[in-house]
């Protein structure tokens, strides 16, 4: 009888440890493992709601002036956002009702105090009696530069991407049209179904056709690879026929003798569609592939889109020709292009970009930082010289002489989209100064028109603005 009292108590005391550990296991579980990403879930205004009693940290630009704020309102906290519009799918929003998006949402364990380190900051806070408070972001907008691009765009649909060329720190990233984080809960429904689309931000997640921009990608996959050099001698027909169809020059121009370095000053449309056929398709991918279209970027911090290339698989050969002038079936973004200009600034080399150098705590204490990281490196230095000197003849001389500005050498190429949906949309890509480059940007202004006569004059203004303050960086 004792020994089946003794048998029954030891079943009880294993099942009721057994039962604990379980409970241990999944409170463990969901604390550990789920807790992080039903924190990070944009979707979970309960969340949101308990947060606002915690001080949301603030978000700088690289001056110094807050982007984003949270001011004290009857024990909460209520956020306020102090970016222009032309910022405000970089930074975001944290709403208690729409949720967080951006630079708030990418960073969102940082400015709430939830990760390890700041839960047991927290901890200490709270039983000294004092508030919660988020760590700091300092981003690398520059407030001048951002305005500069956004006055240049003067509020038309597009993009501006401002890139150092030589770090990879986004200075400036204006998407319009834009919107008013501040006014989201009562224009909420206007917002989303508003056919401008001023949600999406256009600088890394807009999918264009390149046209004749990217011209400097196919220019450098030919020289790169050998195939081609700046004074390789071509004769432009002004039309070449491309299975069915044709492929004729601007306003049924005839070039004639040219070398490749001119066809690009004048952006021969003939001379690129034979050397897109030229390259071949394993040529052409490769160097798209050296070039990072259409790949994940790793320290970007925000949503974006990659590039969309045709599929190489049954590619037909003849279809290059129009992959040589960017049209056909290729799609970037502004972001991209931008990283392409920066890769020939940098001679040769492609930094990845960032919109983020530290996270501070609000007494100053260095939390991370994020240094300049290399990207790719997609042609030699000899080719980026090469590429450079031709891309400055384009500014100094041909179709982007609309981008020059006084006692500045710069280099770039424009370029005049085709889409089915409307007028093609007007591209510029460059850097600054053409000699000892500092400054990388692209512009894309949608249903515009020509990239020499819209988009170029944009990109003027903003390397001004930038060159004028670079000598400080």
């Known amino acids: 009888m004792q020994e089946r ?42 969340l949101l709601l308990a947060r606002q009693a915690i001080q949301r940290g603030t978000i700088f630009d690289r001056a110094g002036n807050p982007l984003a704020r949270s001011v004290a309102e009857g024990g909460q906290y209520r956020r306020i956002y102090l970016a222009p519009a032309s910022l405000a799918q970089v930074v975001g929003y944290a709403h208690p009702k729409l949720g967080v998006a951006g630079l708030e949402l990418a960073f969102n364990d940082y400015l709430v105090a939830s990760n390890p380190q700041q839960q047991l900051t927290g901890f200490l806070e709270r039983w000294l009696g004092r508030r919660e408070a988020g760590d700091d972001l300092f981003t690398t907008i520059d407030p001048e530069i951002q305005k500069a691009a956004a006055d240049a765009l003067g509020g038309r649909r597009g993009a501006v991407v401002v890139l150092d060329s030589r770090t990879g720190e986004i200075l400036a990233s204006v998407s319009e049209p834009g919107f008013n984080p501040n006014e989201m809960e009562n224009r909420w429904e206007g917002l989303i179904k508003d056919p401008e689309s001023p949600l999406l931000n256009r600088a890394v997640q807009g999918l264009y056709p390149p046209g004749s921009a990217f011209k400097v990608l196919i220019a450098a996959a030919g020289i790169d690879s050998g195939l081609v050099t700046p004074e390789t001698s071509y004769d432009c027909k002004g039309v070449r026929a491309v299975g069915k169809d044709e492929i004729r020059d601007f306003n049924n121009a005839v070039h004639g003798p040219l070398t490749l370095a001119q066809a690009l000053v004048v952006s021969c449309n003939y001379t690129f569609s034979g050397l897109g056929l030229q390259l071949g398709k394993d040529r052409f991918f490769r160097y798209a592939n050296r070039f990072r279209l259409g790949d994940p970027l790793a320290v970007l911090g925000i949503p974006f889109n990659t590039g969309r290339l045709p599929a190489k698989l049954g590619l037909p050969a003849d279809y290059l020709a129009e992959i040589g002038i960017g049209q056909g079936n290729l799609l970037v973004t502004p972001l991209e292009m931008a990283l392409v200009a920066g890769a020939v600034a940098n001679g040769g080399t492609m930094m990845e970009p960032y919109l983020v150098k530290e996270v501070r705590t609000a007494s100053g204490r260095v939390v991370e930082s994020f240094p300049p990281r290399r990207r790719a490196r997609p042609i030699s230095s000899s080719t980026s010289l090469a590429l450079r000197e031709m891309m400055e003849a384009v500014v100094r001389e041909g179709t982007g002489r609309g981008a020059q500005v006084a006692g500045v050498r710069v280099a770039g190429k424009t370029g005049t989209a085709d889409n089915p949906h409307g007028r093609p949309h007007a591209w510029f890509i460059g850097f600054a100064p053409a000699d000892a480059p500092r400054v990388a940007l692209a512009v894309v202004v949608e249903n515009a028109g020509t990239g020499g006569g819209v988009a170029a004059p944009i990109a003027a203004r903003v390397f001004a603005a930038a060159l004028q303050k670079s000598g400080g960086r």
Do not use: D, I, K
């Open 5 to 46: 009292m003794r048998g029954a108590a030891r079943r009880l005391f294993y099942g009721f440890t057994g039962g604990v550990v379980l409970l241990a296991l999944a409170l463990g579980y969901w604390h550990f493992w789920q807790a992080p990403s039903l924190e990070r879930n944009p979707y979970n205004p309960r």
